[in-house]
């Protein structure tokens, strides 16, 4: 008999074990979407030297600006410079980028002067003394972490990696993953489909959600009915990577033989049934080689929950990210909902805007088979184990897993 354990449990039993890759090199341009393997401290003061933050004109505060005319004794453009001595009455020209030069401190932006019929400057309005330049380092100091080991790199960390200098960037390798589909009534979606067949509609899921994720070295092990020998030598290939997930045969009808097979192999079982819904049969094994195996339950709306939920946090901690578990958003229920399964529900969801206000709304579905009412989905929000009923309004965790967070609506 396989006992449930908690969906936090399979997460806890199984992380563990997860092992990282090696480090290799790609530049900037490759470098978005994957994990950074060492820490990116800051190669200098940011802003490297005192910065004019307007154009305008560059003097020496004394608190009089308003009362003197200036003489402008010269001007400095963004990468530029000016050097010399200035007297009180003295200003430079300065645009925005620029260094300001020493006895400068304080700049007054151009919409507060007038340029007089002696070509001198005057101020009209009081300014602060530093007003208008950002100071040396005011943003980062020297030798400061910018971005940490294990972060999932986005293109706003490029702009960061690129401003100190780090063309050629330190990421995990990604660990390889396998993908088999098990059952006898599959065929590809190339394939014409009649009578009692189905199309394997889990792995070409599989292997969208991976690539969506960076992985790249995927290796499709096609379909497998249940027969024994052949679902044997196709985990044996798929014991060869550092992940093997398999769809299918994991439950407790007579032809859910996976399990079985997974230990003629050599796969070590760490559980094999999880108090969620959907999907509560969840295999996960250690292989011999210490690469991970997790066959899921067949039916499509439990692979593209646990794929987010379970399988996702595993293939981010083996590529190095230090968050990997998926983030809840605190949101209310627009309608209330119910939780029969005795363990933790994961509802398929959409967000709603209304008055200003968002609110989870449930999907209507038929069940773990209707993967077609995922189509509409933004995520899924939780119902815990032991909660039977949620009412409107209540606060539920929400996990954006599928979102697009585009409107078509101008008027927001
Ligand atoms: P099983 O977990 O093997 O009992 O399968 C549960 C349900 O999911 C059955 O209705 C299967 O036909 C369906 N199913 C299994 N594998 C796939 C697949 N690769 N693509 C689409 N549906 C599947
Ligand atoms: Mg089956």
Not at 224 to 229: L, S, T
Request: glycine share 12%; proline share 7%; charged share 20%.
């Amino acid at each position: 008999m396989n006992v449930a354990v908690t969906y936090e449990e399979a997460l806890a039993s199984v992380l563990p074990i997860v092992r990282t890759q090696e480090v290799r090199r790609v530049t900037l341009a490759d470098v978005a979407g994957e994990i950074l393997a060492r820490d990116v401290m800051a190669d200098r003061n940011i802003p490297p030297f005192p910065r004019a933050a307007m154009d305008g004109f560059a003097v020496v505060w004394s608190g009089r600006e308003v009362d003197l005319p200036y003489r402008v004794i010269g001007t400095v453009n963004p990468g530029g410079d000016w050097s010399g001595n200035a007297s009180g009455a003295d200003c430079i020209r300065i645009m925005t980028g620029a260094r300001v030069p020493p006895p400068f401190d304080t700049v007054i932006q151009v919409e507060l002067s007038e340029v007089d019929g002696g070509g001198n400057v005057r101020f009209i309005g009081p300014v602060k003394r530093g007003a208008n330049i950002a100071e040396e380092g005011e943003d980062v100091r020297k030798g400061s972490l910018l971005i940490g080991t294990g972060t999932l790199l986005s293109p706003h960390h490029v702009a960061t990696l690129s401003s100190v200098g780090q063309w050629e960037v330190p990421v995990y390798k990604r660990p390889s993953v396998a993908v088999l589909a098990t059952g006898s009534e599959l065929l590809e979606p190339w394939e014409s489909a009649q009578g009692p067949m189905i199309r394997n509609s889990n792995s070409h899921f599989l292997l969208a959600a991976l690539k969506g994720l960076g992985f790249t070295d995927v290796r499709y092990l096609g379909i497998v009915p249940d027969e024994r020998e052949q679902i044997v030598s196709k985990i044996r290939e798929g014991l060869d990577c550092d992940f093997l997930l398999l769809s299918g045969g994991v439950s407790v009808g007579d032809v859910d033989i996976v399990p079985d097979c997974l230990k003629e192999c050599g796969v070590r079982k760490i559980l094999h049934k999880v108090a969620v819904k959907p999907g509560k049969p969840i295999f996960a094994g250690e292989s011999p080689g210490g690469g991970i195996v997790i066959g899921l339950p067949g039916n499509p709306v439990a692979v593209m929950v646990h794929f987010h939920m379970f399988i996702r946090p595993l293939l981010l901690k083996a590529s190095g990210a230090t968050e990997y578990l998926p983030k809840p958003i605190h949101l209310p229920l627009a309608k209330s909902a119910t939780n029969k399964s005795g363990g933790k529900k994961f509802t398929i969801a959409r967000l709603e805007s209304n008055g200003g206000e968002t609110r989870v709304a449930e999907i209507p579905s038929h069940g773990s088979g209707d993967f077609v009412s995922a189509n509409g989905a933004d995520g899924v929000f939780e119902i815990p184990l032991g909660t039977v009923e949620l009412p409107a309004g209540h606060t539920v965790r929400f996990y954006p897993i599928w979102g697009n967070f585009f409107s078509g609506d101008e008027d927001r």
